[in-house]
């Protein structure tokens, strides 16, 4: 371990006087947090000791591979095992009929099913499963299970979906093949459109791309007596798991045991329950013997859950100045085959629109089209990376319209701290001005925007994300993360937490705090995480909510711990417990270090008073402030915020153009872990670079004459093109540390803000290098020497959309703003309105805390009656 | 993963045996009349398992050629003399090699831009040269192209590419061969002598190695083993300059989407006596320029006469929508690489390809 950071001279310890001090054993130096310690399980991965789900094995265990659909859209006729069951090895099988219950992340969406009962959706739906004694005998089997369809017509795109209403993809939806519709109105958009200066309308379009995981999805049942069974698998939310296996095996959740292993990269991709996972537990069930699936890369390609391809419309209005009066945005989202969190990701492109700049008057329509593709879901940034490309190559535009230097025109309209916006989002801290203000120093911009070179050109743009989703996927009153720890005379402190390690260092953050607060190393520790037997629940690593709480809840188990040795080892002592401090390894008297004891006999001293030990934390975010439909996407505890300046290079002969160099800053709240922080940061410019600069989930048809099909342009890791690390840039990390009284010594998310600026900065670079706007993304080298042609030729240099989608959005919901003295409820709330198919079950994401309530009302009278 | 399907592997310990394995000598299901050898020779395996695994190639029994001895060696003793590749030498070794580094170094180069360390660490020169002809709607899994009812190239009917088209589009991949075959190199081909027990042996240019037939891109036979490549001697003696450009999305992995190779004889005075534009990955075999190279001979290379050798080179390019980046977009690029690898042959500038040219810092 390296010699630790300390913030602050010891000799200016504030615990000197602790008569002054009420609470001093929190303003010590802290020895962990904020320090780049290593991670604690860095050594393990590095020496490939971690155990990930394809790296367990059992014994009689059987390996088991899904049939998967290979027409786009059709019913399943017949389904012919004869030729796979006498393949040496074989074991059995599963169709549809043998998991007949359906699930979905979404308590509104439960539209899929771990084996199409009769009809396939998108090629690579999957029909049926075979286990065999070897992989090689389970691949050759599922390869000769023969499956006869009925082909129904195919839905390629939205557009294809508005003007098809029937045959529907699904029974349910809002609209005909249209799964998802949302209108609200936030404030006098009339009003604001008409007071302004100047109204800019835009097209974007950001194209679908997947997580692309180094770690293909893995998963191995182990079926145990008692009709028990115990599923490891790689997955971001085990918890959700754990209550879809319940669902679909019908069995008591208390039979159930979920175990999530490292995960090998999540990105949003594991955090669907999956198909698979059911199949392998089902499996081992049926034939009484561990199964173990594990899917190849084209698979994880059909699982996908990625990235939304969404067009959006946006308006603009803008004082002469450069203020907002007004913001339309229109967003149309091609969703795929299934729910997924779609619904959820519909709202998400819309919610986060307010958090950034002042914007008196929102509207926002948005809808979800089922096609017959891989279902979307959330990817790093969850709807809002969309809107945010073009929110910021839009205000580019505005600021070269109106003259004004476009880190200027952001910094004279941030949002204020604490502040409530238009669709009733409760801000935190917000230090964006320091973000922009630190890249554009690190940069140069202000120097050297519009200075530089033709073919060399700055791009700037910010962006914001969730702490943590105000609400759970399902309605509940329970806390949405737990930690409990168990500390005995051997002073060793287990801590249980049912978070998922996908690789961002989540259980890094847990120990860090749990050693902080009880002054011990990190060695002293045991972490037991996301094991559903064991571990509290924890809602799993998405939403960017681990950090954040999780953090808090192990604050305050450790705070609980602290307290109850401090009082037993105060009392042995004599000295009060408030004036003890807990510190490397010891605990001991502040004015007078000597008398203490070490961490262990403290223990000891605390078992021998209270008996066994152990504390609980948990953590529940604020309420927020919006109450109309559609208000539980986007509360969050508190907001992240970023700011990004890429210099790009572009060759005006082929269009090829490529970042230089990245600078970003982020808001952190605190680094709880720097170098952890950084990483997580240089991911996310990774991540973003890939997305505009190549990578696309795309699909093609074949003439429509010859062939019916629908598939994948390319699901392997050699086609489906990402950055290696040849293709990155230098990036330049400022964390801007600006502690939010919401998170756990301050800190707030890191995994997802910083991918958000980095597209529009790109985009923006490249017009600042040769005077091209392309209005998508990716941003492929003909787009660019598209647009230059166009302007050769005195047109409007630009290649992006030309049309929008037109649909109906349904009814607009109308909120008055806090400004208009709103209390965040709708005007025009229409509660009675009747969706079809999946209403009777909605609850939980899509549900008002009324309507929760309300349903939980029922029910607490249904058992009451009984 | 995706699982190889079972066969048989033999690893013979010459070029005798192999070639007798390959004349369906010792393998009795090898041979029956009038069906293809089910007989597959692998070197590196870097193209044939991927490809076995995704079953559009498939095979009875797989020959490796790794385990002949002397198979993989360089010769390249005479300083003026030709250098002999061995069909199994390591990409990384050829790459490497001083002499081949001094001598063709942009050949080195082309080599070097194969794919990506680790596998040009185990794929061989002879392999890339036999490189499967690629195409987006083949190189996919068995399920994939039961998805599309196969294609031309593997028992479907149609060429996806361009449904009209009554041949298969897939394109050639190699990086080697282009460049080899700029420079004039030679392969040697060795097969089973009827009936005697010995082997007999063809020497051709590499250019006529390539058919412009992505199902039967190779003019070698079945039953022929690629056992060498012949680097000529003169290539270096005169005023010999080649270069080597590369497009492709991605400074590493991935195969070239249209690559230019050149090579230009010139006079004391810098007049061209001589020159080589070959053109690869925009059709089914490695395109000779030779309309474009025939303008620039009589000519120095300036601004000028390298414009109109371009645009004389576009006219043989042929790319279609089967690979990475858009069809047309690839096209237009054909005249400004060859354009580019020509002003490089003029002053031997490497190779090239979009992500290379960033600062890393």
Redesign the interface.
Known sequence: MAEPLRKEDPANDPIEDPLLDPEPAIERPLRWIGTPFRRVDGRAKVTGTTKFADDLTFPRMCHVKLV?S??PHGTIRSIDFSAAEKIPGYLGSLTGADTPIPFGILPVSMDEHALCPDRVRF?GDPVAAVAATT??AA??AA?AVIVEYDPLPTIASVEQAIATPEPRIHDYSDDGNLHKKVSMRFGDIEGGFAAADRIFEDLFFYEGNTHLPME?HATVAVPEDDDRVTVWSSTQTPHYLHRALAKVLELPASRIRVIACSNGGGFGGKSDPFNHEIVAAKMALQLGRPAKI?L???EVFYCHRGRHPVQMRMKTGVTKEGKITAHHLETALDGGAYGSYGVASTYYTGALETVTYEMPAYQFDGLRAFTNKPPCGPKRGHGTPQPRFGLEVQLDKIAVALGQNPADLRLQMLVAPESITANWLKLGSVSLDRCIEAVVAGSGYRERWGHLPEGRGLGLACGSYLCGAGLPIYWNHMPQSGVQLKIDRSGCVAVFCGEAEIGQGSDSVLAGIVAEVLGVDLSDLRLCVADTDLTPVDLGSYSSRVTLMMGNAALQAAERARDLIAKAVGDQLEVPADRLVFAERRVFDASDPEKGLTFQDAVIAAEARFGTLGTVGSYIPPRSPGKYRGAGVGPSPTYSYSASVVEV?VDP????W????VWIAHDIGRALNPVLAIGQVEGGVYMGLGEVM?EEQAFRR??RH??N?L??????M??Y?S??F??M??VTTYLIEDPDPQGPYGAKEVGQGPLLPILPACANAIYDAVGARVDQVPI???MV?KALDAKKKGNEPRYGPKTFPEADYGETLLVKTPAQGGDGTAINEFRGKLRSGMRGVATGTMSTRDEALRQKKALTTKLEDR | ??????FDYIAPKSIEEAAAILAGEGTAEATAQGQALPVRLVAGGTDLWPNMKR?HQSAKTVVSLMEIPGLADIQANDPQGEIRIGATALLSDVAHHPQIRARYPAFAEAVESISSPPLRNMGTIGGNLCLDTRC?YY??????R????YCLKEKGK?C?VA?SSPKCLAHTASDAAPMLQALGARVRLVSREGGGGGTSERTIPIGELYRNDGIDYLTKRPEEILTEILLPGEADAGHCRSAFWKLR??????FAVLSAAVAVWMDGGGVVTKANIVLGAVASAPSAAEEAGAALVGQKLTEESIREAAGLARKVATPFDNT???A??RG??VE?WVAGVLGGAGTLLSSFS????????
């Not at chain 1, 002969?653 to 090829?656: D, E, F, P």
């Not at chain 2, 999305?249 to 991935?254: A, E, T």
Request: proline letters at 10%; hydrophobic letters at 30%.
């Open positions: 998967r290979r027409i090629v992989e090689d691949y050759e390869l293909q594990v190849h890369r084209e290079e002969a082929t269009g090829l490529h970042p230089v160099h190549m074949l003439p010859l062939s099909a598939v994948h342009k390319f699901p392997s050699l086609e093109k950055p290696t040849l293709d840039p230098p492929h080298p003909h020497l | 993963m995706l699982r190889l399907p079972a079953r987006t190189n996919q899994t068995e399920d994939w039961r998805g599309i009812d149609t996806w449904t999305r991605r400074g590493s992995i991935d990475d980046f858009q047309q977009w237009g690029m400004r979009p992500s290379e040219s960033q600062e890393h810092s």
